[in-house]
T-cell receptor, first 113, second 113 residues
């Protein structure tokens, strides 16, 4: 079945460091891909999305490119801030449009000043 | 809009008791989702509704769990009887366009002793 695999955390970085959180997926057809972020004590929020191959989603300095050839959707940011500390979830919506959004396990990011 | 509203924020109960979690989706959203989040299993979709009709309840763990959506502005998730393994954070989310852009509530932290 469809699934999402994320790199295990926690990821600990110093402020202004470069961030990469890896995400790969398994799915038939052409799913849509998403990154959600969860700040402490809150629900998830959509960070960015891409709906077809080679699309780049971007928001708040974060970027991710839909790579069909490598079935990946890695999250990147050039310079992280302490306020970026959160849990990041990669997710896919199957091309069959079943209505389900399948999440990865989440990766915790800790940014130290 | 106030966003997705869940109640209660925290629930502590004893094994065997009935638990009812409540959700008010964002007005105008046609989709409502119930997720459960645990450290071991991550985010799991329990059930989702479209226009108040349950579409997929394959994630509901067992008959002890039931969900209803009597109207467009209210949904409940009931566990009867509750068990310690039901302890988790339960999120409600709503969407205007299916599984893509979900708006999550702040969640209900359930502890079953």
């Amino acid at each position: 079945g469809d699934s999402v695999t994320q790199m295990e955390g926690p990821v600990t970085l110093s402020e202004e460091a470069f961030l990469t959180i890896n995400c790969t997926y398994t799915a038939t057809g052409y799913p849509s891909l998403f990154w959600y972020v969860q700040y402490p004590g809150e629900g998830l929020q959509l960070l960015l999305k891409a709906t077809k191959a080679d699309d780049k989603g971007s928001n708040k300095g974060f970027e991710a490119t839909y790579r069909k050839e490598t079935t990946s959707f890695h999250l990147e940011k050039g310079s992280v801030q302490v306020s970026d500390s959160a849990v990041y979830f990669c997710a896919l919506s199957p091309s069959s449009n079943t209505g389900k959004l399948i999440f990865g396990q989440g990766t915790t990011l800790q940014v130290k000043p | 809009d106030a966003g997705v509203i869940q109640s209660p924020r925290h629930e502590v109960t004893e094994m065997g008791q009935e638990v009812t979690l409540r959700c008010k989706p964002i007005s105008g959203h046609d989709y409502l989702f119930w997720y459960r989040q645990t450290m071991m299993r991550g985010l799991e979709l329990l059930i989702y509704f479209n226009n108040n009709v349950p579409i997929d309840d394959s994630g509901m763990p067992e008959d002890r769990f039931s969900a209803k959506m009597p109207n467009a502005s209210f949904s409940t998730l009931k566990i009867q009887p509750s068990e310690p393994r039901d302890s988790a954070v339960y999120f409600c989310a709503s969407s205007q366009e299916g599984p893509g852009k979900l708006f999550f509530g702040s969640g209900t932290q359930l502890s079953v002793l």
